[in-house]
């Protein structure tokens, strides 16, 4: 099987502007399914932009975006969650709003998944920020989505937390989910990334493993972050 | 989009204090003004100090009056407040307890008397009053004017007819009381024919006919001419009638224009601030993006808000109907003639709130925009024409036919009142106004990606 064949997602040239600024610039890559893709790169690079332009939020100027049959499941930065509403509440919504055939089924399935079922009846606003956000988690993957697309998903969570998330997002992996996340956290990029996809102002710089981009650095440097910043600096940025 | 509804409508349960504050707030502001537009002091409170002694009868020109029946006359014009001296006058004043105080001074009623006398002194009242702003000020002088106005039309009346009485007196003769003694009057009229007798003795070439005729001439033109005075002084004393036309406009009662206020207002704070909260909010709870790719389009969420606007109106504006139907007459048999206009005017103000709303993007900011937008263009849609300039008033037409208030009261003083008219231009221009600012909204909506 060729490799564009397997892809899940598959992006060719996108370019993405906003007013003057070139946000994306001719942005291609594929992503297998069960892969894990972190997208990584300075502030300003175009990760939350290639993202939202994945999950259909944003429309490329040009370039194609080939997404599977199934649901692309998004999960934002900050919690999009009502506030107001409980943990069901919230699940039951999207659930209905995603048209999902079993929504009483979908939602004990995600709330026993992100195992919240004991505060499935408590207002989303009681809960701790990592308990947000696996609710947020929760409702991108309400729809069964063949891929998940997450922005910044450990922003704002303590140690344990964000442990408690990764175990998750890779348990779906291990089960066939695409996931493609962004972060700033470089060292949690090459512990949960299988692949790297590096952005700098717009254009890709790296497509490639962990060791690979250590490897293109000059593999001098140990410390992985340093090794980045050193490879960013190559570039030019 | 129902879905999106019960959303809102949940979240608005789970926030009774806010809910609370929607609906209340409006509501009592609402019913405020509307009352104090159309129930104006009609009968302010004025303090009444009678310094005049009991019992003094007052007479003009041998024509007695009712002192007793003129003072309950003026106390149907005002709300008489009884003092028994100045200085409780003046304390009453100054605490605002009465809107000013009106004394007749002891003296009055001789002076009243001496207009149909031969040394006329002139009477006064005296008027205590507190001018501790323009608007009061400008009260105070309108009603105690009106009041002294009438007062001296009652006068002058009694004393024209005094005066006429005397003219009649000088042309036709009579009798006249003056200082206790009854003088006979033979009048111009009797003297006129005794000349003429006496003309009619004496014979054409007598010396005296000559000079006889012409005090003869001299009678009869001062007769005529003092019998024309008679009518021009009845004229004097009620010079202006006013006779009433009404060229266009067919006004409701006060009461329905009070409620369509009332309506109005509630109407538009509670939609406004409900959509542009409710719009905002999906922005600040991060939802927009994740509704907007591709479970709800931007038209049908706002199609979702301006429903949840029409659906609060409609509630609200019934139970404020509801509450003040204890206290004026609201006609039920036309509910279904003001129920669109709720619905419409819910859906212009809704859609009002959209734009609001998807312009600010944020909750504090589009409440603190609603009010500082809304309130203005409530006041200014109330200006009456006729007391602006011609040129501002143009403008303030402007105001009226580009936001829904003045849309608004009409279509609900004419859904409220059959003797108001304009309820199908108004619905039509408030659903123009609601797609208009629908579209806006929409473009607003760029903001929010």
Known sequence: MSEQASAAIEVRDVVKRFGGREALRGVSFNAARGEVIAVIGPNGAGKTTLLSILAGIRRPDSGTVSQPPGEVGFVPQQAALYRRLTVAENLRLFARLEKVPDVEGAVNRMLEQTSLAERSDDQVATLSGGNQQRVNIAIGLLAKPAALLLDEPTTGLDPRQRERLWEFVLALAGAGTTVIFSTHNIAEAERYGNRLLVLADGESLFDGSPSELHAAAGGSDSDFERAFVAFLRQKGH | MRWLLLKDLQILRRS??????????????????????????EKP????????????????????????????????????????????????????????????????????????????????????????????????????????????????????GTAASYLDLIVNGGNLSLLGQTIDILGLSKAGGILHAIAAELGPHDPFAQPLQQVITFSRLAEQNLNLAKPLLRSVAHPIAVRKDIVSGSPPSLDTFAIAVAATFTLMFVTVLLVAGSLALEREENAFARLTRGLVGRFALLGEKIALGVVASIAVTLVMLAGLSIFVEVDWSRVGLFLPAIVLGGAAWAAFGAAIGAGAGEVRASSLLAFMVSLPIAFLSLVPSGTVSAGLFHALEVVRALFPFHAAETALSAALDPAASGLGPALVHLAVLALAYTALARVALRRFS
């Open chain 2, 45 to 160: 409170r004025v303090a009444f100090l009678n310094e005049v002694p009991t019992g003094t009868p007052l007479n003009l020109g041998g024509k007695n009056f009712d002192v007793v029946g003129a003072r309950s006359e003026l106390c149907d014009k005002i709300d008489c407040i009884p003092v028994s001296s100045e200085q409780q006058a003046r304390d009453m004043v100054q605490s605002g307890d009465v809107l000013g105080a009106l004394i007749l001074p002891p003296d009055l009623v001789t002076r009243l008397e001496s207009l149909a006398g031969l040394s006329p002194q002139q009477p006064y009242v005296r008027v205590l009053v507190n001018e501790e702003d323009p608007v009061k000020a400008g009260l105070v002088d309108d009603r105690i004017s009106s009041l002294v106005t009438r007062a001296n039309l009652k006068i002058s009346k009694a004393v024209v």
């Open chain 2, 16 to 41: 009774p204090l806010v809910t609370a504050l929607l609906v209340i707030y409006p509501i009592a502001i609402a019913v405020l003004i509307g009352f104090a537009l159309s129930r104006g002091p």
